[in-house]
């Protein structure tokens, strides 16, 4: 098990209720919450803190989707060991497998699950933690 404790999740999404609700869900979890409306946003964050998992958005407004984003951050060699979990309304396969091809290390459905987000989250730190360097 993860302590929850002291580790921060990124938020990427432009959906204000949406980041809402993941906040409340992780906060209530123990984790710690920022957040990113877009990609030009989480790149200036990115500038500042380097967070222990990223929920990426597949789709972002603005110069970089989500899945652009995601290759961007994983050529920074300070965040190529951060988990970035896309999330997105759009269950197709191809969807999913775009988003492990663009360096995702899952993918999570949308409507959220407020009962197993944190527990997703938790596996995907895991997951993380355990795989060689």
């Known amino acids: 098990m993860v302590d929850s404790k002291g580790k921060t999740i990124l938020v990427v999404d432009d959906n204000y209720d949406v980041r809402r609700l993941e906040r409340k869900v992780l906060l209530l979890a123990g984790y710690n919450v920022v957040e990113a409306h877009d990609g030009d946003s989480a790149l200036q964050m990115m500038e500042k803190m380097v967070?222990?998992?990223i929920l990426?958005?597949?789709r972002l407004p603005g110069r970089l989707n989500g899945l652009e984003l995601t290759s961007h951050l994983k050529d920074d060699?300070?965040?190529q060991?951060?988990?970035i979990v896309a999330l997105t309304a759009s269950v197709l396969e191809r969807d999913r497998?775009?988003?492990?091809?663009?360096?995702c290390s899952g993918f999570i459905a949308k409507?959220?699950?407020i009962t197993t987000l944190p527990r997703l989250v938790e596996n995907y730190l895991i997951r993380?933690?355990?795989a060689p360097r």
């Open 81 to 83: 060991r951060v988990p």
């Open 97 to 103: 497998q775009g988003a492990l091809a663009a360096g």
């Open 51 to 53: 967070p222990d998992l």
């Open 128 to 130: 993380c933690a355990m």
């Open 77 to 79: 060699a300070r965040l």
């Open 56 to 58: 990426m958005d597949i």
């Open 111 to 113: 409507t959220i699950d």
